[in-house]
């Protein structure tokens, strides 16, 4: 993926479903062409991989303990505990990765891409660097993107950003952190239609 055109882009921003929702990113434009895989691993920061490699450990623990019972139960609790404390140590660590200078709010975020409000134009198929710190300590990633569109907008410039060069465990995180908000999105919707319908009946 390395001189993609813009229809080549764009199909890719289909690839994965993206949800509307705002999470905290930054965005630095790279001078240069796409940087190449081994590029990117050498250029992660180490909080950015120790979050990872923290979130499939978590998992594949509480997996293999379901596994074992109800025995399994208080033990899986302790697990969770501990694991809570490292991800707030791990947050803690991960936000002063977060650079205010550089610092936008999604619109929305996929597996694919975003999209944001910059507050200076970019070029269509411009490299960027990009972090996203997702809600609820579900991690953070850092990856390259590429500028799909860039249009006037209301107080800046609406970005749809592809992430062009990103490891797939990250991808699968985003993916995963979508479906997550989107089924939140869903079950608050579905509460306020049963709460409208309850106030009507009175």
């Not at 970019?122 to 860039?150: H, I, M, R, T, W």
């Not at 107080?155 to 985003?174: H, T």
């Amino acid at each position: 993926m390395s001189d993609l055109t813009i229809q080549q882009l764009a199909e890719a921003y289909q690839d994965y479903f993206s949800v509307g929702h705002s999470i905290s990113i930054n965005v630095q434009p790279v001078d240069g062409p796409l940087p190449d895989q081994q590029a990117l691993l050498s250029a992660i920061p180490a909080p950015f991989m120790l979050a990872t490699d923290v979130n499939s450990l978590n998992s594949s623990a509480l997996r293999s303990l379901n596994r074992l019972g109800e025995l399994a139960d208080e033990l899986a609790n302790y697990l969770q505990q501990q694991a809570r404390k490292i991800d707030l140590l791990l947050h803690y660590v991960l936000r002063q990765q977060d650079d205010a200078s550089s610092r936008f709010s999604t619109l929305s975020f996929g597996g694919s891409g975003c999209s944001y409000i910059a507050s200076a134009p970019l070029q269509p198929l411009q490299v960027v660097e990009v972090k996203l710190f997702l809600d609820n300590n579900e991690g953070a990633v850092f990856c390259y993107g590429q500028v799909l569109s860039c249009q006037p907008h209301a107080g800046g410039y609406l970005v749809q950003l592809v992430f062009s060069r990103i490891r797939e465990e990250d991808r699968e995180l985003l993916v995963r952190a979508s479906l997550h908000q989107q089924s939140r999105l869903l079950k608050q919707k579905a509460e306020q239609r049963q709460q409208a319908s309850a106030d009507n009946q009175h």
